[in-house]
DNA sequence: GGCCGATCTACTCACTGTCAAGATGTACGG
DNA sequence: CCGTACATCTTGACAGTGAGTAGATCGGCC
């Protein structure tokens, strides 16, 4: 790790902040955010304690910088899907795959996106990231060619509200265990798409 | 769990437990789930600092309790909803209005309740609670007198796991800033309306 | 009265986040 | 080549936390 920029390790570390970031997540996936501590971060960094403090103040702001980052990687697999030509219904259907899986794949860390508010964390470019997930979603209801509202209060966005509400439900309550997803039922696997085959989605506007 | 029993509030408290419980809720409702501590709940129940351990073991105890009462209150409040008589669209509207209220008068308690399973906090009443809500919810659904599937993936089930989904995901999305719902604009406040607006909900089994 | 168990306190420990000061390296202008 | 400004990292300290252990205090029951 780390042999970019690297005007030799020594003192100077060369790039501190990704390792940070890099071992704060781990730490963040084994003990989770309750049991999250910056010093063991910095410890598996091999760097003294106050060392993450010039980076980024403190603690808030290392797991601040950990949830954009995870904002935008959540934001980059939504967008990379290849949603062309397909039913509005298989769109949003992949949409919503990746959504869970992301969730599952990193547990500690999307539980601490939807935590940030908590932590009085309010980044610019968080809010964004958070407003781009809200794009992809819509951009795969309506088509990728389709023109976006620009106002968040536009009507035409509550079907992609709608979505969004319903995925992210069902994804923390899973989750939580409210809704039993480690059931090897049937019902249980589908049970995603049987909920988004209840929602009235609106027909395309452009289907080529 | 005695009221009182006061035979004298000097040494033995006489019910410490509710009085800790009522002290915790004000210190995470002040300062949320991350800044909660224990030995300030102790002390604003006048008490030594270890005195929760005799009654909660640790502060997964104490955390576990408060959030076990809170669903408890949920669900009490879900549960005396009026519903009879009631199109099933104004069933669902009430319970999910009553839920959002919920979760805005208790923020921090809210948050708290799905996260329990973060401190690897299992009480079976805690899940029994959770339950009770998916029931109060299909009640809704499909009316008082109707009779619950009791098996939890009974595909029945369904349009109340949706509902719910849509709902707790809009709670939190909002509560977390991802949709403004502190919008003067009217879509906002009837954003979540119009969302359940979009779900095919099944016919009242029973109407009268 | 005298014991017993439940309840609460006092003390201790390892750990955490944060701060202030200082050490160490790099870059740059003379 | 030197030295000074700056970013970076370390050391040491502090208050606060959760969690144990031992002991004090009270009520009830024989």
Known sequence: MGDETTTGDHYHHGNLRTAL???ALEVLTES???GFSMREAARRAGVSQSAPKHHFGDARGLLGALATRAYRQLC????????????????VGALAAEYVAFAGQNRALFDLMWR??????????????KHRALRALDRGLRGGDAELPDD???PALVPSYAVWSLV???TTLALEGAIDSSNPDPLAHDLLPAMLALLNLPAPASHS
Chains 1, 2 share one sequence.
Do not use: I, K, N, W
């Open 152 to 154: 968040d209060t536009d």
């Open 76 to 91: 980059d697999r939504l967008e990379a899907l290849e949603l062309d030509g397909h039913d509005v219904r298989d769109r």
């Open 168 to 170: 992210h439900g069902y």
């Open 32 to 34: 989770g955010v309750a």
């Open 116 to 129: 940030m508010s908590q932590f009085d964390y309010t980044d610019p470019e968080l809010a964004e990231q």
């Open 21 to 23: 970031l890099d071992s």
